[in-house]
């Protein structure tokens, strides 16, 4: 299996865009620019581009609280903003929720995003109802959901697999298992060791694929889509991956499980290998870092220089169709 070259080094663009995009959120929210709290998708990179690449933009997605580059990619690949994200966890009122949202709070339909919260899972019985929705009108649309190893602790978990099964809705689980939930190893809260296990008694197709492998995670993202598409019901995919950052600063992971991953396993590193096996030099790939880099700094300063929300509209949009007024 080999994907084009023009793809390959699309997907280089992207990845290495969602580094840029959270090294420099890190780094503001370091400074004290970027307000509340941050969960930073380093290493995870493969993971994001490979869903963007395939989810459109009258699909859905119910991103995690590592996915601010997923939902970047979604609003550059569909006619919506990139920097809107970036505004948005600055807290500015032109960010995509108009600095309401944040990175947990915060959403874009129109580019497919529907949005996160603050209760970890909870959006995968949400997912049902837009998959039955899709379902009953006839629509071959996909409803995905992207998930930590933690998250899948939830009693939702169970719930949902269930009823996308009986119902055969379409679901995407994306699983992103980073082997840690805040700091409890996968092994110490899940009995079955692998996650990807503890879907398949729902009786629908599972896969555990290598999340920091792009041309893996992309043509595992390809199938799963093409198979709810066709109407065929759910998908599970486990990508296995690891994150840099924990929830909080600090490092309590083992030193040679660290370096394994930052240098041998990096899914920034291992395309570069790809794409110089294919003959791309290394001054070709500098260039498109220089490139996406540029752009997030810009998007960082037009965060900086937008404005905060008013403070009269601080309980808008909180119902729809209903104002309510402030005290
Ligand atoms: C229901 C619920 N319990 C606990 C938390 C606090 N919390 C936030 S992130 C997190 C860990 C999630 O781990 P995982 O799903 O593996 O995601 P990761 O942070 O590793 O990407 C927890 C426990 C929460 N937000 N919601
Ligand atoms: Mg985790």
């Known amino acids: 299996m080999s994907i084009d070259i023009e793809v390959l080094m699309e997907l280089y663009r992207d990845m290495s865009l969602v580094r840029a995009f959270e090294l420099g959120l890190e780094r503001e929210f370091k400074r004290g620019a970027v307000p509340g709290m941050l969960h930073i998708g380093v290493g995870q990179e493969a993971t994001q581009a490979a ?8 699909d859905a997605f119910f991103p995690d609280h590592r996915c601010h580059g997923l939902n970047a990619l979604a609003e550059e690949k569909h006619g919506g903003e990139g920097r809107r994200i970036m505004a948005e966890l600055f807290g500015r009122a032109t960010g995509v929720s108009g600095g309401k949202g944040g990175s947990l709070h915060s959403a874009n339909p129109a580019v497919g995003n529907f949005g996160d919260n603050a209760i970890e899972g909870s959006f995968m019985v949400t997912v049902l109802g837009v998959a039955l929705a899709w379902k009953m009108r006839g629509e071959p649309r996909v409803a995905c959901c992207v998930i930590g190893d933690g998250t899948v602790g939830r009693g939702e978990f169970h719930e949902s697999l269930n009823m996308a099964k009986i119902w055969q809705l379409p679901v995407l689980y994306a699983c992103v298992n980073n082997g840690y939930a805040i700091s409890t190893p996968v092994a110490a809260s899940h009995a079955s060791g692998d996650i990807v296990d503890m879907a398949r008694g729902y009786g629908f197709p599972c896969k555990q694929v290598d999340g920091n492998d792009i041309e893996v995670a992309y043509a595992a993202v390809q199938e799963a889509v093409a198979h709810i598409r066709a109407g065929n019901g759910p998908y599970f995919l486990e990508f296995k991956t690891w994150r840099w950052q924990g929830i909080f600063s600090g490092e309590f992971r083992p030193a040679e499980e660290v ?22 030099t290394g001054a070709d790939l500098d260039r498109v870092d220089a490139e996406v880099k540029a752009d997030v700094e810009s998007w960082i300063q037009f965060s900086k220089d937008s404005p905060m929300p008013e403070a009269a509209k601080a309980v808008a949009d909180v119902y729809v169709g209903w104002e309510v007024k402030p005290r």
């Open 51 to 58: 869903l963007a690449a395939h989810l459109r933009a009258d």
């Open 259 to 280: 370096r394994y991953w930052k240098e041998d396993h990096d899914p920034l590193k291992l395309a570069r290998q790809a794409l110089s096996a294919r003959g791309v």
